[in-house]
């Protein structure tokens, strides 16, 4: 029980990959425990009550947004359906159109020379990139999260 206070902690701290990771190992502790062949009451009382945390809301909460961000991670890692458009000495670009859209998807691959608060501040500002290349459509981000957990796709 220590363990998920904890992953909610750190999610709350902002740290959603730390508390995935905690989650993950609560899980497989209930799995050992659900396979123990014993019978022990206390096991199963206990094993009955974790799988009640793990349907708490926060919980869940860390669950769907873990794998949002894995999603999302092998999408990128993934280049199946793009189509190479520029392959330069320090980037690539590629492209895809998105189905049933006429809009594209273009992907940047590069390394960026610059101070890390540099980088941050360029990042922070990426939603407003429409205002000035009026060819890109405002990607209608939600005001009022964290950095982190805010996704624009242009």
């Known amino acids: 029980m220590e ?32 396979n123990d ?7 199963q009382e206990t094993a009955a009550e974790l799988r009640k945390r793990l349907n708490e809301p926060e919980v869940l909460r860390i669950a769907a947004e873990s794998e949002e961000v894995n999603t999302l991670k092998k999408s990128l890692e ?17 492209y895809r159109k998105e189905a049933g859209t006429a809009s594209h998807s273009m992907l940047v691959e590069g390394e960026i020379e610059a101070p890390l608060l540099n980088l941050a501040a360029l990042l922070y500002e990426a939603e407003f990139v429409y205002r000035t290349a ?15 957990k805010t996704g624009c796709s242009f």
Do not use: H
């Open 134 to 148: 009026w060819f890109v459509n405002p990607c209608g981000c939600s005001k009022g999260m964290r950095a982190c």
């Open 78 to 94: 993934s280049k199946i359906g793009w189509t190479l458009s520029y392959d330069g000495a320090q980037t690539k670009v590629w």
């Open 3 to 34: 363990k998920l206070q904890r992953a909610v902690q750190l999610y709350k701290e902002d740290k959603l990959l730390q508390s995935a990771r905690i989650l993950e190992k609560v899980k497989d502790n209930l799995n050992e425990l659900l």
């Open 37 to 43: 062949k014993t019978g022990d009451s206390d096991l």
